[in-house]
Each structure stands twice: as C-alpha cells, then as structure tokens.
C-alpha cells in the first residue's frame, strides 16, 4: 500500500504533467512516505471507452486509491479542462472514492490562459469525488524541463509554489493521521 498516489490523465507515456506530478512525489519521498503512480496509460482503451467497471486493472486502482491517504491528480489542460481519458477512468471508479483524502492537483498547459482550469474543471471533479482539495498548481509548459526528471521545474516561482503546495499535502495527511488516532 502506498501512502500518495500519483494519478496521471496524460495520454502521453512522457508528459509534462506527469513529470511534474512524479517530481512531487519525489518531494513527498523526501519526508518519509510512499509513492505510486497509476496512469491513465495504464489501462486498456476499451475498459475506458466502454466504462468496464468490472475491469481487473480498473478494480485493482479504485483498491489501490481507496488505500491511499492522500492522491495528487496531474492533468494537461485539453480544451480548458482535464483529459477526457481522465474523465473517462474516474468515472468507472466507485463513487466517493476520495472520501476524506487530501488532493494535490497539478495543470500544464501551454499558457498563463489556463490558470483557472483547475478551479473550474478539476476541483469540482474532486468534490463530487469527495476529496479535499488542496489550491493546486498550474505550470506552464515552458517552464518544465523534459530532459531532466530529477529537477524537471525550470522556473524559481513556479518550482517554490509546487513544494508549498507538496508541504501543503504532506500537512494534510498528518492532519488526518492524527485525527485517526485521537479516534
């Protein structure tokens, strides 16, 4: 079981999003706790297009997720919002399945026009999941370095901003550690 999951709406095996998304849970690493990622990528087509909820890939990550205390959720902006193929999976995963998790969501596009994407697409997502969003972050394109994994955010402000928002996460499943405890 790990403790984060990285879930990637990237239909891109190499996407910006997702080096970022996996450069967070790298931060994350830092402090002690687990991370895995699930893509989009990792699922056939068909068990996607034909919302095959009883897929044993599908099965496995709505188990895996449900496990997770907490998930960061990395998107390209298509169309002023996330993926269709990452609609398209967490619509065959059981409702509410990010019941009482902090969420991290993670945006790249290719411009500042995008910003709010995250408020207005991926969060509420996140709500009707049941999740508790955290501010998220939105990342130009130009400022991720695709040749360098291990450092992949080029800009100052913007790298700052994702580990703020990383600590912000890591805060939040402490929080909640902690609350299950006293319980």
């Known amino acids: ?10 239909p891109s095996r190499k996407s910006r999003s997702l080096l970022a998304a996996a450069y967070a849970g790298e931060l994350v690493k830092q402090q002690g706790f687990t991370a895995d990622v699930i893509s989009i990528t990792d699922f056939k087509p068909e068990d996607l297009v034909y919302a095959r909820f009883d897929s044993p890939a599908i099965v496995v990550a709505g188990k895996t997720i449900e496990n997770a205390k907490a998930l960061i959720i990395a998107s390209p902006v298509y169309k002023a919002s996330y993926t ?6 967490l619509d065959v995963l059981p409702q ?3 019941t009482n998790k902090p969420v991290l969501p993670i945006m790249t596009g290719g411009s500042p026009a995008h910003l709010l994407a ?3 697409a991926l969060k509420p997502l996140i709500a009707n999941l049941k999740g508790e969003s955290l501010q998220g972050v939105y990342i130009c394109d130009q400022h991720i370095l695709k040749d360098n994994p291990t450092e992949p955010i080029a800009e100052e402000d913007t790298a700052a901003r994702l580990k703020a928002q990383t600590n ?3 805060e939040a499943i402490r929080r909640n550690d902690t609350v299950s405890l006293v319980k």
């Open 1 to 10: 079981m790990s403790d984060i999951i990285i879930l990637s709406g990237s």
């Open 84 to 89: 269709g193929v990452l609609k398209a999976l």
């Open 96 to 98: 509410g399945i990010f």
């Open 118 to 120: 995250i408020d207005y």
């Open 168 to 170: 912000h996460l890591i």
